[in-house]
């Protein structure tokens, strides 16, 4: 038997690798860059803890979640190994634990969370204690562009170098633009042993279903699943608690959880989802990332998810064990509006929000599949499968029939309007519904007014939906969410390929009670980016958003659409002192003229350090020539006043540390900065 087979059975009491394992254990035991991406529940945590057994020194183990840490750690001790976490949530007692057995050369396995990497004296430590190994685990995280981006991760790479160790990097998510990512951010680009094993999780069964009173649904899904552990993913804080006050009044075990609620009780959630049998924890996505807990046997969406990648990630936390488990995905037109919504207000730059817009189009296209989801899911990771008889789709195969002519009316609709419209405004064209929009743009003179009288509006918009999940519309981030027609969709333009869609998911977007959007879908991208520029305004101004402008002022901007100053000056709520303070900045986001924006900045968008930021950039641009304008010039990189608005010092000592400042610059600036923190 081999030293790692030896080590497997005697330390982890297993007599044989699963898929996979050996290889991925053997490149990083014998001190090889590695990159691997295996399913939840394949075994990721032992491909660096039996290598860090193998091998002389310090294993450095860098994991985005405190509960996740302490889980590894108790189970590693329980298994005879000397490992430890250096966390924030350590008692004093604990970390002089952990010193100590480094101190004494016993410690094999250390834990960091990524923060931990940006303090004084981290990388000195690391390298007094001997590291032999870093060890990344969920390096998904080092996508900035990802679901689970931690800023901190970039610093992982600089780590990598400086010590000149090793590094063997591990996710379950990773599409191939992500994986791209983390060779460039960790490995400089340099191909690592690259393994990819797999995205496949055959016990886990996928079903999706259109919104039809979905508390009802949901309800049903646990109902039927009574006395199992499950989790509810939903988004928002509000629909937590109130999906887990509907649960109880069931009959049901549940609970909510958040990032709203007291850290106490967060943690007493946690405790108990791990300690007791049956119970149903109603969550924010961040719920069970840091949870290894193997007998989870369902997962309900409750509300679309933002991605496949995100999607898959969180169903993955079901099934741990290998044993069947069950999800349900819940999507509706609401769901989409409010991802779009999201993706649009981004700090991103438009490429991305494209992109952004393409991952949501195909997570559309598995919820709207007209064949096996598992084939369809595979495929997105860039695997090929047989139908997998576990999912909705196979258990039960859907109602087809021939969209090609439909398809066809929605692009020709799209092109004769210049691509310049969403869903709404082109689905009162098809309709033949003339509406004070359609008639002011003379839109009801198009071949095209009219022709799809044969659809409800219901039946359209689960079209449209369709064709979005085939990606042959995109919304266009640039255009405030008008569709863009893809290369994909011009052969069925032209008549050259035909188009197959579902009418059952047509059937089940009849529309129902009507909630009455502020704006239509065609007006909603350029809506939400005019609150987004509301929002930074207000609190740079200390002020309520609707100081700034009143959502009525914004849908009049979002409808018309000035491009003039004097334009601007016409819409209602627009006096001569709110056009002299706010006009140009609201024209530049209607309009699409570049701001100047610097990155360390733009981090913290939409934050209260990023009103802390400005007050500090303007109090160094008053005193860079000193108090009276004579003195040498002195200044502060963007990058230290982040730091500071992020840290929020309260004496000169934290300042200087904080921003890294010199003795003249605390000088010069030091007063200045503590009063406009001491402010805020």
């Known amino acids: 038997m081999t030293r790692a087979g030896e080590l497997l059975a005697s330390v982890f009491g297993f007599a044989a690798f699963r898929p996979g394992q050996a290889e991925i254990v053997a490149a990083v035991a014998a001190g090889r860059n590695t990159l691997a991406i295996m399913p939840t529940g394949g075994g990721k945590s032992l491909c660096f803890q039996l290598p860090a057994l193998m091998r002389e020194g310090v294993t450095v ?79 998904h995280c080092v996508s900035q562009w990802g679901h689970d981006f931690r800023p901190d991760y970039l610093r992982i790479g600089d780590l990598r170098r400086a010590l000149g160790v090793p590094l063997a990097a591990f996710t379950a998510t990773a599409d191939e633009e992500t994986r791209a990512e983390i060779v460039t951010r960790l490995f400089d680009g340099a191909a690592p042993d690259c393994f990819l094993r797999g995205f496949d999780r055959p016990n886990i069964h996928l079903a999706f279903a259109v919104k039809d009173q979905p508390r009802r649904q949901i309800l049903a899904f646990a109902g039927a699943r009574r006395g199992q552990s499950g989790i509810v993913y939903a988004a928002s804080r509000a629909r937590t608690e109130a999906l887990a006050h509907a649960l109880r009044d069931e009959g049901h075990a549940a609970c909510h959880y958040h990032a709203g609620m007291d850290p106490d009780a967060r943690r007493d959630t946690e405790a108990r989802f791990q300690r007791e049998d049956g119970l149903i924890v109603v969550a924010t996505v961040a719920f069970g990332m840091g949870i290894d807990k193997p007998d989870i046997r369902w997962v309900a969406h409750a509300d679309l998810p933002k991605s496949i990648e995100a999607h898959y990630q969180e169903i993955g936390r079901a099934g741990r064990d290998g044993a069947p488990a069950e999800t349900l995905t819940l999507y509706g037109p609401e769901d989409i509006r409010l991802r779009r919504a999201q993706i649009d207000e981004s700090p991103a730059p438009p490429e991305r929000k494209g992109a952004d817009h393409a991952r949501l189009n195909a997570l559309l296209g598995l919820a709207e599949a007209t064949g096996c989801r598992r084939q369809r899911l595979l495929a997105y990771f860039g695997e090929t499968s047989e139908p997998c008889g576990a999912c909705d789709l196979c258990d039960t195969p859907p109602e087809l029939f021939d969209g090609t002519e439909a398809v066809r009316m929605a692009l020709s609709a799209i092109l004769r309007t210049g691509e310049n419209f969403g869903a709404e405004h082109l689905i009162d064209i098809l309709s033949g519904r003339t509406t004070d929009k359609v008639r002011a743009r003379g839109h009801d003179g198009l071949p095209t007014f009219g022709v799809g009288k044969g659809l409800n509006r219901g039946e359209w918009q689960a079209v449209f939906r369709q064709m979005m999940g085939r990606d042959l519309i995109r919304p266009d981030p640039e255009r405030h969410g008008a569709f863009r027609m893809t290369e994909a969709a011009r052969p069925i333009l032209r008549g050259e390929e035909s188009l197959t869609l579902r009418r059952d998911t047509v059937r089940k977007s009849q529309p129902g009670p009507v909630v009455r959007a502020l704006v239509g879908d065609e007006d909603a991208g350029l809506f939400s980016a005019l609150k987004a520029r509301r929002r930074a305004l207000a609190d740079a101004a200390g002020v309520p958003a609707y100081v700034v402008f009143t959502d009525r002022t914004l849908i009049e901007m979002a409808e018309t659409r000035p491009e003039t100053i004097d334009q601007m000056a016409r819409i209602s709520g627009v006096g001569a002192k709110k056009l002299e303070s706010y006009g140009a900045a609201f024209l530049e986001v209607i309009t699409g003229a570049a701001a100047a924006v610097h990155p360390a900045r733009m981090k913290l968008a939409g934050r209260d350090s990023g009103t802390i930021f400005d007050r500090l950039d303007e109090e160094q641009r008053r005193l860079a020539r000193g108090p009276d304008g004579t003195a040498k010039p002195l200044s502060l990189s963007p990058a230290a006043l982040r730091r500071i608005a992020e840290a929020r010092p309260r004496d000169l000592t934290g300042l200087a540390r904080a921003g890294g400042l010199d003795e003249a610059r605390t000088e010069r600036f030091g007063a200045a900065f503590l009063a406009v923190l001491a402010d805020a």
Do not use: C, H, W
């Open 61 to 139: 183990v860098v994991s985005p979640l405190i509960a996740l840490m302490r889980d590894q750690v108790r189970a590693l001790r329980a298994a005879g190994v000397v490992a430890g976490a250096l966390t924030s949530a350590n008692t004093e007692a604990e970390n002089d634990e952990v010193f100590a057995a480094l101190d004494e050369g016993r410690l094999k396995l250390l834990y960091l969370a990524p923060e931990r990497l940006a303090l004084a004296g981290t990388q000195a430590l690391l390298r007094r204690i001997g590291t032999r190994l870093i060890a990344v685990d969920e390096a």
